[in-house]
């Protein structure tokens, strides 16, 4: 089955600087990644998507680059501020199947950003 | 807005007793997924559901069972709890798009 690694497992930034969570998986089926933001006390909410036909997604200051030749992609998390503390989780699977596709998770980033 | 709902927030129970974790969603979503978080292990997947009645064994599925009887509703059983069944439970659904939406967990401990 798949399996997917995400580095590092915490991340202290200052207010403002950039933060990158890297992942890497391991089936060259995959064709869908997700990032997950997970407050303290709630369920993981997804932030940024990106499909396999997609090497590079932005969304104002959060962005997702995709290598698909070296199986990895990263989160990037521009002028970072304190509310972007959380954990973070990548998640690879291979999508749209009707037949509730399983994605398989990385074992989280806790990004702390220090005011 | 998409809401799952989960029965508990937190949950107290003892070795060898059933526990029930009940999820509720109400987008009409044709899957749901029962997860469990554990610190440095991310979410490992239990079992999910893509159609009422149906149910698939994800990666964990050991001493778990799960029930739906509903679209809307997706069961997590513990046959007989033990404390290394100690953790967070995440239930998720979604459609045959690819978002999966999340509860909001239920910490569950076993002593």
């Known amino acids: 089955g798949e399996n997917v690694e995400q580095h590092p497992s915490t991340l202290s930034v200052q207010e403002g600087d950039s933060a990158v969570i890297k992942c890497t998986y391991s089936d060259s089926a995959s064709n869908y990644f997700p990032w997950y933001k997970q407050e303290l006390g709630k369920g993981p909410q997804l932030i940024i998507d990106?499909?396999?036909?997609?090497g590079e997604k932005k969304d104002q200051r959060i962005a997702v680059t995709l290598n698909k030749t070296a199986k990895h992609f990263s989160l990037h998390i521009t002028e970072t501020q304190p509310e972007d503390s959380a954990v973070y989780f990548c998640?690879?699977?291979?999508?749209?199947?009707?037949?509730?596709?399983?994605?398989?998770f990385g074992t989280g980033t806790s990004l702390t950003v220090i005011p | 807005d998409v809401k799952v709902t989960q029965s508990s927030r937190y949950l107290v129970k003892r070795t060898g007793e059933k526990v029930f974790l009940e999820c509720v969603q109400d987008?009409?979503?044709?899957?749901m997924f029962w997860y469990r978080q554990d610190p440095g292990l991310g979410l490992r997947l239990i079992y999910f559901?893509?159609?009422?009645?149906?149910?698939e064994k994800g990666d964990i599925p050991e001493g778990y069972s799960v029930s739906r009887e509903k679209k809307e509703r997706f069961s997590l059983i513990l046959e007989s709890a033990s404390t290394n069944q100690t953790s967070m439970y995440l239930c998720?659904?979604?459609?045959?798009?690819?978002?999966?939406?999340f509860g909001p967990g239920t910490r569950l401990t076993v002593l």
């Open positions: 998640a690879a699977s291979i999508g749209l199947s009707n037949t509730g596709n399983q994605f398989y």
């Open positions: 559901s893509y159609d009422v009645k149906m149910k």
């Open positions: 998720a659904s979604k459609s045959g798009g690819n978002e999966q939406f």
């Open positions: 990106i499909r396999s036909n997609v």
């Open positions: 987008m009409d979503h044709e899957n």
